[in-house]
């Protein structure tokens, strides 16, 4: 996400609060994440339930402000997945997720603020409006005047999509000259009539007379003017601080700060709290006394207000989520930030990303800063195992400094995440503790996403004790629908997959995921008797429309449906998939029907297709050995055996030639499997389909080789 980092800052920067989209931190496309406890490398994709160096930094920031005892939310639901997350399961989360649970905004995004000082225009029209209605001294004619009046200042701003198609001209676009009041009845009405004009300066970018105009308000008969102009003033600084400091492209330049400005930016803020201590816009003057310290460059200034904002807002709300996403993209990611950051929240998100960029000495960088620590020892305790488990890889150390925790009560994220470390270092030493451990766990992991995480370890150590179908019996803990589609999809043998296809005690898509990688590899094998027994599973009702390369672990399940309604020819005469493997049980070499199978696994898009086989990676969910046996036959070798066989029949050799070649159409690569066949094989295939079968619509269709 670092590519994101100047274009949201420069966006950020412009607008009346901070931008609200993430700069650093994590990526925000689709992706799947390594099933894994705990992935090699940098972030992947998505971020676990407990304080770890591979989350998202914000995922960490938001755990802890947590940390010092609160509990996660208990009392939730899991937002709907969408295609950006339908391979998460309910192991792994986004940031958009987590804080859709924790703040209960069902709508939360991390999109990007466009950032205009214009932003604030649509609501200052509905306070200007209650203003003025509360004003009793204005007459009717004030206020319909006043109110006309208002809407000049629209021109200064027009739509946002407007202004792209006219080349981003922006608010300093050249506006008609606006009409404005020349009667009104006393001095409270002229003020109102004072503050839009002062108003109309800054929209139009006018920083001296608005200035002028907001500062002769600040003692405004009316209330609501006078400490609107008060605030506006801040305001003003600010955009006059950075005028300057944009390029022709949207480039920022902080040389080109106005530091004048800046320090009449803290003047202001300074007045207006000490006059409206409690004012309207008292929290907004305060957010924005942050963005003056980073006009400023006073990034230890910034650091400290950070530090205290995340003991002042309440963990897990809005306004929390809110500040975190600022810390991200102003202050996390500086190359100095761990030289500026002085308080125990934001060292320790720092140390965990320097853990997972395994960047400074961590360990001697926390031997020093005990005492920053001092009233959060737990955290400090917790940062000491995670550089030993990450970085140091002492597992042992860590069992020390990480006791085992009681397994009854609640427990705070930090605790969750002590015991979440401690059970990732019994798996790393194969200790025969580990099973107990996660069960344990599962007993206190109430939080959002907590479960998911420790049915993942306990479904790892099975899988790496050779017993996956420990993780289908009729006592097992784990119910997380993804774990069980990776296992099933991936390293289970024919017997486990065939129990749970039949088992009606199991959710439908599971038993579709493993109904679909029994047929499937069943096929892949030349067990062809076995197939024709379990295609029968197939429910009659069975989708047919579900795309091959789109379902996902999370979603409704596998396409079943392509093994009874699939396509089976398109050319060359073949009967429906199950009839073809009933001639293949009965002999497997014989020449059409293996053209026959060939051609249900080109129709069907299951070229390149590797969902089911398993990973590389022996600590990922769904790597290492796989359980179900037999050497995969792919689709070139089915041609193979039959143009080198002598019996195979004149059509079905001339099928096998013309398939073999455009195997390797249009890329030159092969997409049927299997080794690649020299270019001069090639041409000798193309050469003898030509001179042998010229006849055959085959050698007819095919003008060239790859």
């Known amino acids: ?23 650093s931190a994590s990526g925000d496309y689709s992706c799947s994440p390594s099933w894994a406890l705990s992935p090699t490398g940098d972030w992947d994709c998505a971020n676990r339930a407990s304080l770890a160096a591979n989350n998202d930094t914000r995922v960490n920031m938001l755990f802890l402000q947590a940390a010092g005892g609160t509990q996660a939310p208990r009392n939730f639901a899991y937002p709907k997945a969408d295609w950006e997350d339908y391979n998460y399961g309910r192991s792994f989360f986004s940031w958009d997720r987590i804080v859709q649970i924790y703040t209960g905004d069902a709508g939360y995004s991390d999109g990007y603020n466009y950032g205009s000082r214009c932003d604030s225009l649509a609501s200052g029209t509905e306070a200007f409006a209650a203003a003025i209605a509360a004003n009793r001294r204005l007459s009717g004619a004030d206020r319909e005047a006043l109110t006309t009046a208002r809407a000049n200042l629209s021109g200064r701003c027009p739509d946002r999509d407007r202004r792209w198609q006219d080349g981003n001209a922006g608010a300093n676009a050249v506006q008609p000259a606006a009409v404005w009041p020349q009667r ?7 003020a ?28 405004a008969p009316d209330e609501w003017v006078a400490e609107t102009a008060s605030y506006m003033l801040i305001r003003v600084g600010l955009n006059a601080a950075q005028d300057y400091a944009f390029g022709e492209y949207g480039d920022f330049d902080m040389d080109d700060i106005n530091q ?7 003047a202001a803020i300074g007045a207006y709290l000490k006059t409206y201590p409690k004012g309207r816009y008292a929290a907004s003057a305060t957010g924005l006394k942050r963005r003056a310290l980073w006009l400023a460059g006073d990034k230890v200034g910034l650091a400290r207000e950070y530090e205290r904002m995340l003991t002042v807002l309440r963990p897990g709300s809005a306004e929390a989520a809110a500040l975190i996403q600022e810390i991200d993209n102003k202050l996390l990611f500086e190359q100095d930030a761990g030289e500026v950051i002085q308080g125990p929240q934001l060292l320790a998100a720092f140390h965990l990303l320097q853990i997972r960029e395994d960047k400074g000495n961590v360990a001697q960088s926390l031997a020093a800063q005990k005492n920053v620590f001092a009233k959060t020892p737990a955290l400090y305790a917790y940062l000491i195992a995670a550089q030993a488990f990450y970085q140091a890889k002492d597992y042992r150390r860590v069992l020390q400094l990480v006791p ?35 069960r344990d766990l599962l007993k206190v992991a109430t939080g959002p996403y907590q479960q998911g995480l420790v049915e993942l370890g306990l479904a790892l150590m099975w899988q790496n004790a050779a017993n996956v179908p420990a993780v289908f019996a009729p006592a097992s803990p784990i119910q997380d629908t993804a774990i069980r589609s990776i296992l099933l999809s991936r390293v289970a043998g024919p017997d486990l997959l065939r129990q749970v296809a039949g088992d009606r005690n199991v959710g439908r898509s599971v038993r579709d995921v493993a109904l679909f990688a029994l047929l499937q590899k069943s096929l892949q094998t030349g067990r062809y008797a076995d197939f024709g027994r379990d295609v029968k599973m197939v429910p009659a009702d069975a989708q047919d429309n579900k795309p091959l390369w789109g379902w996902s672990i999370g979603g409704e399940g596998a396409p079943v449906a392509v093994f009874t309604k699939g396509k089976w020819a398109d050319g060359f005469a073949c009967p429906a998939l199950p009839q073809t493997a009933a001639t293949l049980a009965q002999n497997p070499r014989d020449a059409k029907a293996r053209l026959c199978l060939g051609d249900f696994w080109r129709l069907n898009g299951f070229d390149n297709f590797s969902a089911l086989d398993p990973l590389e990676e022996a600590k990922e969910l769904g790597g290492g050995k796989d359980y179900f046996p037999g050497r995969r036959i792919p689709r070139a070798a089915l041609y193979d055996g039959l143009i080198a066989d002598p019996h195979t029949p004149a059509d079905a050799k001339a099928y096998a ?12 690569m092969s997409d049927c499997g299997g080794e690649e066949a020299p270019v ?6 193309f050469q003898q389909l030509k001179r042998d079968y010229g006849a055959t619509r085959w050698a007819k269709d095919l003008p060239y080789y790859w």
């Open 260 to 266: 004048i400005a800046v320090n009449q930016v803290h």
């Open 404 to 438: 085992a925790a009681p397994q009854s009560g609640g427990t705070s994220q930090l605790a969750f995440s002590q015991q979440m470390l401690r059970g990732m270092a019994l798996a790393e030493l194969h200790d025969p503790q580990e099973e107990k451990h996660w």
């Open 657 to 668: 030639l013309y398939r073999a070649i455009r195997c390797y159409a249009p890329s030159g």
């Open 184 to 190: 009104l009845s006393n001095a409270s009405a002229q």
């Open 680 to 685: 001069a094989q090639r041409k000798a295939w």
């Open 1 to 23: 996400m670092k590519m994101k980092r100047i274009a949201a800052v420069a966006a950020s920067i412009i607008a009346l609060g901070w931008a609200n989209g993430p700069v």
């Open 192 to 219: 109102f009539l004072g503050y839009l004009l002062a108003s109309d300066a800054f929209y139009a970018g006018s920083w001296d007379s608005a200035r002028e105009g907001f500062a002769a308000l600040q003692k």
